[in-house]
């Protein structure tokens, strides 16, 4: 099991630029979740989704968008690319079938805008 | 409301010194569960350990512990004689019960740094 894969690793973005960050997870997960970490501080939830065709907005949304067509894929779209934006981000995934609903993290993929 | 307070932000320490690192949380759940994370300089995130809310016994594992207190909403994690592969910021999390479907609650993270 490869478990949480991410790609890019590392971006840079202009302002203005759009792009995708893309996460796939191979434990067939229903739940998936991309969260932000901005230095210094704790991760914050951006979206997530229960399942195939459902997602909804988390803490964070402003200037992201997500889609979920499959169980294992779970991009998320950066369109018009901020400062504010800058970050380190994190796709992570979770079983249902676990009432604490342990979640796996991917490596990360640190975009930086300028 | 789920809440999770890390109010060291930056220990220092010499190798072979003991160190505590601090997690106080807030939740009106009666259900929950913490958990702890590293993530070293390489910026992955490593999951050290789980608690649900109606285990106290304190957990140790090797050169790790961990202290539940649930009179005093905290979840403290202690190195015994640390080292300098320790080095690394350490997160504290939370899920409530009725935390929307899993999501966890970070601390802002205490940066541990454990010099030769």
């Known amino acids: 099991n490869a478990g949480v894969t991410q790609t890019p690793k590392f971006r840079i973005l202009k302002i203005g630029q759009s792009m995708t960050l893309q996460c796939t997870q191979d434990m067939n997960h229903n739940y998936m979740y991309w969260y932000r970490q901005d230095p210094g501080m704790g991760l914050k939830l951006i979206y997530y989704s229960v399942g195939a065709g459902i997602t909804d907005k988390g803490e964070v949304p402003n200037g992201y968008n997500v889609s979920r067509s499959t169980t294992e894929d779970f991009p998320l779209r950066l369109e018009l690319a901020a400062p504010s934006q800058t970050s380190v981000y994190f796709c992570a995934s979770s079983s249902p079938g676990t009432d604490s609903y342990e979640q796996y993290f991917g490596p990360g993929t640190r975009l930086t805008v300028t | 409301a789920q809440k999770v307070t890390q109010a060291q932000t930056e220990i220092s320490v010499v190798e072979k010194e003991d160190v505590t690192l601090d997690c106080v949380y807030e939740?009106?759940?009666?259900?929950?569960?913490l958990f702890w994370y590293k993530q070293p300089p390489s910026g992955e995130l490593v999951f050290l350990i789980r608690r649900n809310s109606f285990d106290e016994q304190n957990e140790i594992s090797g050169r790790y512990s961990w202290n539940f207190q649930k009179s005093t909403s905290s979840f403290n994690f202690t190195i015994t004689a640390s080292q300098v592969v320790d080095s690394a910021v350490y997160f504290c999390a939370l899920r409530g019960r009725g935390s929307t479907l899993g999501r966890l609650y970070f601390g802002r993270g205490t940066q541990l740094t454990v010099w030769p």
């Open positions: 939740t009106r759940d009666t259900t929950y569960y």
